[in-house]
C-alpha cells in the first residue's frame, strides 16, 4: 500500500492543477491509455485542426462565386492526418515524461477504481491511499444498444481521426456536435456522407431557429435522415449494411450501405468505471458525480471536475473548475466557487455556431419574459462580401432591465463573434448599453451582433 496526500486520477485538466506550489506535497497522478485527455488526443484539438483542413478545401470548391476559379487536385488524407498527430503526439509524450520525473509527483499509468473510503486499487494489484483525491477522469464515447453492431466494424472520435485511408463513404449515427463537426469535415474533403438521427432535427440542444437552420443547410449538403434509428448492423464484405426504422421502431425506412460508419451518438461519464460508489460519492442518474459549488463531491476532501462531473462537457468548463479546485487544495480556509452562469459553446461545423446563456424554448417553457433581436449576415457589408445569405444572429434579453438572456449566431467565424456577447453577460452590460456605448468597426462581422442588439424592441 502506497499513501499519497493528494492523488488525482486523469491526466487531462486534472494534471494542470499540480505545479511547484505542491512540491511539499507526496502527489501523485494516474490515468490509463494516452497522457493528456480527451481534448488534446481525441477531441477539440485534432478536430479543430482536421476542421480547418476541410474549411480550406470546401471553400476553394466555392470560390467561383467570387470570380476564382479554382480545385481541390488531391486529398492526401495521410498527410492531412500525419501533420496533426505528428503535432500532438509528441505534446502527450513530453507531458507524461515531465510528470515520471518529477521529484514530487508519481505517475501511474494504468487503471485505477475506489475499493473504499479514500482508497483505491491499481490494475496491477497496488492499493493506493490519499489524504485528498481529485476525479477528473473524463468521459468516453456512447455505443448505443444496436443488434450486430458490436460484431461489426465502426468507428468513434477516439479511433476514426488516426485511420489509414478515408472510405468512399461514411455513415455518421447521431444527430448532436461531433456528428455536425465530423459531417463537414469528411464531407469537405470528399467523402459521401449520411447522418441518421433519431431526432427530428439536427443539433436539438441549441436553439430552435439555430437547429432549424442548420437542418436545412445540412440536408442540401449532406444524406440526412431524421427521425430514423438504426435496427440492426451487419458485415456484408468490405461495407456496412444498416437496416433503418422510424423512431418508434415500427417503420421500415430502408437499408445504407457504407464504407465505414461513425458512431457520435455522445459521451458518458467515466465514474461508473472508478465504482466512485466504493468511496461514497454519488452520481446523478446520467453517471455525472454530484458536486458542490466549489467542486467537491458529497466526501469531504474528494473533489470532481470536467466530463466526469460536469453538465458541459466542455474544455473551458474542465480548466475553469481545475483552477477552483486548485485555488481550494491550496487554500482551504478560503474556497472559491466555480461559476458556471454564462457557459458559451462553439460548434466547428459549416456554418459555424455558437451560443450562450438560453434558448427561447427553455424561456417560454420557464414561464421567463424576454424579447428577441435578429440580424442576417446578407445585412452587413462584411456579409455581402462573403456572399452569406444564410447567417444570423440571435440575442435575447430581458424586457424590463435589457440583460442579455442568451445569444446564438450561425454563420462565418460564429465562435470568435459571439465573444463580446459572452463578456456582456458575464459582466452585467444591458444589451443598449453595449449597442451604442462603444465604436463598431465598419465593416467587419461583429456589426452582425451590434445590429440584433438595436433590433431589441428594449425600451429600458
Known amino acids: 500500500m502506497h499513501h499519497h496526500d493528494l492523488l488525482i486520477i486523469g491526466s487531462g485538466s486534472g494534471n494542470s492543477i499540480v505545479d511547484d506550489r505542491f512540491a511539499d506535497l507526496d502527489v501523485a497522478i494516474v490515468d490509463e491509455g494516452t497522457f493528456g485527455g480527451t481534448c488534446l488526443n481525441v477531441g477539440c484539438i485534432p478536430t479543430k485542426m482536421f476542421v480547418h483542413t476541410a474549411d480550406l478545401a470546401a471553400g476553394t470548391r466555392q470560390s467561383a462565386r467570387f470570380g476564382v476559379d479554382s480545385h481541390v487536385d488531391k486529398v492526401r488524407w495521410r498527410d492531412i492526418r500525419d501533420r496533426i498527430f505528428d503535432r500532438i503526439d509528441p505534446i502527450s509524450a513530453d507531458g507524461e515524461r515531465y510528470r515520471r520525473e518529477s521529484s514530487y509527483v508519481t505517475f501511474y499509468g494504468e487503471h485505477v477504481a475506489f475499493t473504499g473510503h479514500k482508497q483505491l486499487e491499481l490494475a ?7 489524504d485528498r483525491i481529485v476525479i477528473a477522469a473524463g468521459s468516453r464515447p456512447v455505443i448505443p444498444d444496436i443488434a450486430g453492431l458490436a460484431e461489426t466494424p465502426f468507428h468513434t472520435t477516439d479511433t476514426i481521426m488516426r485511420i489509414d485511408d478515408m472510405p468512399a463513404s461514411l455513415v455518421i449515427l447521431g444527430g448532436g456536435v461531433i456528428a455536425a463537426e465530423m459531417a463537414h469535415v469528411f464531407s469537405a474533403l470528399g467523402i459521401d456522407v449520411t447522418v441518421v438521427a433519431r431526432s427530428s432535427r439536427l443539433l436539438m440542444a441549441e436553439d430552435r ?29 468490405s461495407s456496412t449494411r444498416l437496416s433503418l426504422v422510424d423512431r418508434g421502431g415500427l417503420g421500415d425506412r430502408g437499408v445504407i450501405d457504407a464504407e465505414m460508419v461513425l458512431v457520435a451518438t455522445g459521451r458518458r461519464p467515466n465514474s461508473d ?17 454530484v458536486v458542490d459549488s466549489q467542486q467537491q463531491t458529497v466526501v469531504p476532501g474528494i473533489w470532481a471536475l470536467g466530463d466526469v462531473s460536469s453538465n458541459d462537457q466542455l474544455k473551458h468548463v474542465a480548466n475553469h473548475e481545475a483552477r477552483v479546485v486548485q485555488h481550494n487544495l491550496l487554500h482551504p480556509d478560503s474556497p472559491v466557487a466555480a461559476d458556471h452562469r454564462f457557459v458559451p459553446r462553439a460548434i466547428f461545423t459549416s456554418p459555424q455556431i455558437a451560443a450562450v446563456g438560453r434558448t427561447e424554448d427553455e424561456l417560454l417553457s420557464e414561464g421567463t419574459p424576454y424579447i428577441t433581436g435578429m440580424e442576417g449576415y446578407r445585412d452587413i457589408a462584411y456579409g455581402w462580401a462573403m456572399e452569406d445569405t444564410t447567417g444570423f444572429a440571435k440575442v435575447i434579453a430581458d424586457p424590463a432591465s435589457g440583460q442579455l438572456l442568451g445569444a446564438h449566431i450561425i454563420g462565418p467565424q460564429a465562435s470568435s463573434v459571439i465573444q463580446p456577447l459572452i463578456q456582456a453577460m458575464s459582466f452585467g452590460l444591458p444589451a443598449d448599453e453595449m449597442a451604442r456605448g462603444q465604436y463598431w468597426i465598419h465593416p467587419a462581422m461583429p456589426e452582425v451582433v451590434e445590429n440584433a442588439l438595436l433590433k431589441l424592441p428594449y425600451s429600458g
Not at 496491477?124 to 490519499?130: D, F, H, K, P
Not at 436545412?216 to 430514423?228: E, G, I, M, P, Y
Not at 468505471?273 to 458525480?289: K, M, Q, Y
Open 124 to 130: 496491477s494489484g497496488q492499493v493506493l491511499t490519499a
Open 209 to 237: 431557429d439555430i437547429s432549424t437552420r442548420f437542418t436545412q443547410l445540412a440536408q442540401a449538403r449532406w444524406d440526412v435522415r431524421l427521425s430514423t434509428r438504426v435496427l440492426k448492423a451487419e458485415a456484408d464484405g
Open 273 to 289: 468505471l472508478l465504482d466512485v460508489g466504493a468511496a461514497g460519492v454519488t452520481t446523478h442518474p446520467d453517471g455525472r458525480i
